[in-house]
């Protein structure tokens, strides 16, 4: 007999968040987890910065307009730590439901925050905590930046499972550094697609999607892409002149889910519409895909390139002590 591949559910959430309530947008995240499982998926991605929401304040106004309406304060406070009750509630619930979650969220750590993934396995446990390596424009007026052990690729009873946030997904040397660690399923997590839209057009939900779909043909993996959506609260919030409601409007979801051949798995929600989408995969479809393209094995030419990767976890403080001796070394104490 030959290899058994696994074969399971998936579900993509599109959906928009309660924006700035951390523990409404919490008590959202754990309904869609109990739908999932109830429906028999075993894997639920979710969107970037899903709680508490994106900063779409960023792009809507100069960074004074932001603080003096409040959103800087309101979206530090309302950003999740690691070691909280909240945080508890989450693990709690995926190991109630027994289905491995990856959370995007704005992640609190001292005085930072960081544009973060974390990956719960179905027993509640953390599987891995990761950040995205640089926030794009300006986003980097908000977040701080993960490091090189954040390319990383978990081996799951589910299969290899990785993720990144937006336009990491675009850069070509984090996908390589992905597909070294033989990838099987990948969670490409997004904000919305409703901002900028009549402009900026790379900003947009068809080059996005086309992100997504040649990841999963170049890495020959599957790729789950949540989105979230941009509520009418939302706008109604955020857009305090005529000038600001002209640069971004409510929708923007296109949650997608691909196969290794880049083939679409689902049908796609409307835009503006909330749900969650589902996927059977077999991971034995990656053999047949890799078969014609492995960007890391047949399909490679070390001999031409290769890629220089920095793995270990940048700190802004190495602790260590000196050994202290009672008596000096005998060379020393002739000197002396």
């Not at 559910?9 to 109990?34: C, G, N, S």
Request: charged share 20%; hydrophobic share 40%; with cysteine.
């Amino acid at each position: 007999m030959g290899i058994k591949h696994p074969k399971y559910k998936v579900a993509v959430v599109q959906a928009a968040p309660v924006w700035l309530d951390l523990d409404a947008t919490v008590d959202k995240t754990i309904r869609y987890i109990e739908e999932a499982a109830a429906a028999g998926a075993r894997l639920i991605a979710f969107p970037e910065t899903w709680i508490p929401g994106y900063p779409w304040h960023i792009w809507m106004g100069a960074p004074g307009w932001a603080v003096a309406r409040g959103f800087v304060q309101r979206y530090f406070d309302n950003s999740l730590s690691y070691d909280s009750p909240q945080a508890h509630r989450l693990a709690q619930a995926a190991r109630d439901c027994g289905i491995t979650v990856v959370l995007g969220l704005s992640e609190r750590e001292g005085g930072t925050l960081y544009i973060a993934q974390w990956l719960i396995g179905p027993d509640g446990e953390t599987i891995a905590r990761r950040r995205k390596l640089r926030a794009t424009h300006a986003e980097r007026m908000v977040f701080g930046e993960g490091d090189g052990s954040d390319l990383a690729v978990h081996q799951t009873e589910l299969g290899r499972l990785g993720a990144l946030c937006c336009w990491e997904n675009m850069l070509s040397l984090n996908k390589y550094a992905m597909y070294s660690q033989h990838e099987q399923v990948h969670v490409a997590c997004w904000p919305s697609f409703s901002t900028y839209e009549p402009f900026a057009h790379a900003l947009g939900w068809e080059v996005n999607n086309a992100i997504s779909q040649v990841y999963a043909v170049e890495g020959s993996c599957f790729v789950l892409a949540p989105c979230a959506v941009f509520s009418e609260q939302m706008v109604d919030e955020l857009c305090d002149t005529p000038d600001k409601r002209q640069l971004t409007r409510a929708g923007g979801g296109h949650a997608v889910i691909y196969g290794p051949d880049g083939r679409p798995l689902c049908d796609k929600l409307a835009h503006d519409e909330e749900g969650l989408l589902y996927a059977d995969i077999d991971l034995g479809a990656i053999g047949v895909a890799k078969n014609a393209m492995d960007p890391v094995g047949h399909y490679s030419r070390p001999d031409v390139h290769r890629l220089l990767l920095n793995t270990r976890k940048s700190r802004c403080v190495e602790r260590f002590s000196l050994p202290l001796e009672s008596e000096p070394p005998q060379e020393e104490a002739s000197e002396a």
